[in-house]
């Protein structure tokens, strides 16, 4: 196992967990504990994590594992979810894509589409979020209108004044929502303020808005609310999702589809 995978799967192991021995996240990974040891104190000099005797726990009372840590938990959920989400948007509409791992795959499979191939646009894309802004630009048939703003690193989504100024001026056909939590009752949320901030902005540029989430995004809550469960016009989950969960959006007006 490679350095870089490794220490996603500690971190991802300290997210879930709250707090790891260094003997037992050697035996999990299959690993010397000397390589772990050595694992944590480089994370910690990082701040992804705080150092105990013996261990090491998550660093801060909220924590958020960065995007680029971030390991392929729910990979078939999300790749299915994201192709679910490309088929309901239409050639020549312009998107609105916040960001995130899910919404991420939304973009990759927007871009293999084939009757997204050519087109003057054959897409107009509009996002806070450099990674998707990056991997689309090499797509000559999309038009990439990237916000602005100050770059957030544990998501690489822009925000603050600057995005507001770009996303007061535009109107989207749809815009897709990457949450970290979605309830009925709390709405769509984010870790962070700023963040849902301007993804809040994006919902209420677009005609229509869809969520896409893994089942386990759904009935949770996070610190920064971006819209009600009301305003949401599609939630594309997978089928793990609750029965009982599943019907309550339906009741509150939200379209679900689940793959």
């Given amino acids: 196992m490679s350095r870089d995978a490794r220490w996603k799967a500690l971190l991802e192991l300290l997210v879930e967990r ?45 924590y958020e594992l960065p995007l680029r840590y971030k390991t392929a938990r729910h990979a078939s959920e999300k790749q299915r979810i994201a192709r679910a989400v490309a088929d309901l948007v239409a050639p020549g509409e312009a998107v609105g894509l916040t960001g995130g791992t899910t919404t991420t795959e939304v973009a990759r499979a927007l871009a293999v589409r084939a009757d997204l191939a ?17 991997e689309l630009a090499v797509r000559p048939q999309f038009k990439i209108v990237v916000t602005g703003g100050v770059a957030r690193p544990q998501s690489y989504e822009l925000i ?81 999702a609750a029965r009982d969960a599943v019907r309550r959006f339906e009741e509150a007006g939200v379209r679900v589809v689940t793959v």
């Fill in 18 to 62: 709250g707090r790891l021995e260094v003997d037992e996240a050697a035996a999990d990974l299959a690993v010397s504990a000397a390589t772990i040891r050595r694992d944590f104190d480089q994370l910690a000099e990082q701040q992804m994590l705080v150092r105990t005797r013996g261990g090491a726990v998550v660093h801060g009372v909220s």
């Fill in 160 to 240: 603050g004044p600057l995005a507001d100024g770009v996303l007061g001026q535009i109107t989207l056909d749809v815009a897709v929502l990457g949450v970290v939590a979605f309830d009925v009752v709390h709405g769509a949320a984010a870790h962070d303020e700023a963040e849902a901030a301007v993804n809040r902005l994006l919902c209420e540029r677009a005609t229509r808005v869809v969520v896409a989430a893994d089942s386990s995004k759904l009935g949770g809550r996070a610190f920064a609310r971006i819209c009600a469960a009301e305003s949401v016009h599609t939630l594309v989950t997978d089928e793990a």
């Fill in 118 to 134: 050519a087109g003057a646009p054959a897409l107009t894309v509009v996002t806070n979020a450099l990674n998707i802004a990056n």
